[in-house]
């Protein structure tokens, strides 16, 4: 893959939630949709998979300590 990371950033503006995410997988030509999408979190989308997993991620503050 390159120097390209897998990992997206996706801003949605002052939404508040994703109602549907489509995603074109062009090796297989497929596209998956995914509906009510969790926001403020990271999520993992696998091909093929029918389910995405919500990955936990520790939250901090900058000149605190990690909580």
Known sequence: FGANPFRQHIGIGTSDRIERLEVYWPKTDQTQV??????????????????????????????????
């Open 34 to 67: 995914f509906q009510d999408v969790p926001i403020d979190c990271l999520i993992r989308i696998t091909e093929a998979q029918e389910k995405f997993a919500v990955v936990p991620l520790k939250r901090f503050r900058f000149g605190g300590q990690a909580e």
